[in-house]
């Protein structure tokens, strides 16, 4: 499984006057990569809440063969079904791109998931 997650904000209103104009690349692809083995175990431990605290009410998830989902709610509904009857035995997260500009930046990485019924 592999996925493409686009989470975003809108800041017009809440932009930091004192943050960087620039990607630092090393310090913000660190801080991606922290962020990123956080949500992987929020998501192992389907501990939504927490997972999906990490991303904003637009974000916008992109998996394979599905059209994209906006918004924690369209999300939800999609993982619903599986998220409390399925345990996640083995999962591993391979950044292939972090890209970032300003403010903003996106990561693209591959994904393997073993997945077993809850409880087995």
């Not at 950044?95 to 998931?113: D, L, N, P, Y």
Request: hydrophobic share 40%.
């Amino acid at each position: 499984m592999s996925g493409f997650l686009f989470a975003s904000c809108d800041n017009s209103s809440s932009r930091d006057e004192n943050a960087p104009e620039t990607f630092d690349v090393d310090k913000d692809t660190a801080a991606i990569h922290v962020l990123s083995e956080q949500v992987t175990q929020a998501y192992i431990a389907r501990d939504w809440d927490k997972f999906a605290g990490y991303f904003t009410e637009d974000a916008v998830w992109m998996p394979n063969d599905v059209l994209p989902l906006q918004g924690k709610e369209e999300w939800w509904m999609f993982v619903e079904p599986f998220w409390d009857t399925t345990a996640v035995v083995e999962m591993s997260v391979v950044s292939k791109e972090i890209v970032g500009a300003g403010e903003w930046a996106f990561e693209r990485h591959t994904e393997r998931q073993v997945i077993r019924p809850a409880g087995s």
